[in-house]
């Protein structure tokens, strides 16, 4: 998946982990939702992230359990809500425990 760079400093600004050196935008997506955040398409291209649709469609691909709904939210850039729908992914306790199990068990 892609490897673009994800600016640290806005990940900041948005209250999110910065992204570690190694991790593609996969990678980070798939941390931070495992972590407990909620993401969403404006905060992604806020932060570097193009496309995150294809970033979800590849975590879905992989088996990543997680909800994705379409919100109204705030826009990084101009701080206001646009009337239009983005996508809003997260991960439940429940499946971050889940995920958690699972990832015990292949050690």
Known sequence: ??????????CT?????????FEKQTEY????LVDGYK??????????????HSVISHLNK???KFIV?????????SGETPNYLVD???MPFKHRIEYWKKKAAKK
């Open 1 to 10: 998946m892609l490897k673009t760079m994800i600016f640290a400093d806005k």
């Open 13 to 21: 600004e948005l209250g999110l982990p910065p992204p570690k050196s």
């Open 29 to 32: 997506v798939e941390r931070i």
């Open 39 to 52: 993401f969403n398409t404006r905060k992604a291209r806020y932060i570097g992230i193009g496309n995150l």
């Open 62 to 64: 992989k088996g990543l």
């Open 69 to 77: 709904e379409h919100r109204k939210v705030r826009c990084p850039f």
């Open 88 to 90: 809003v992914c997260f």
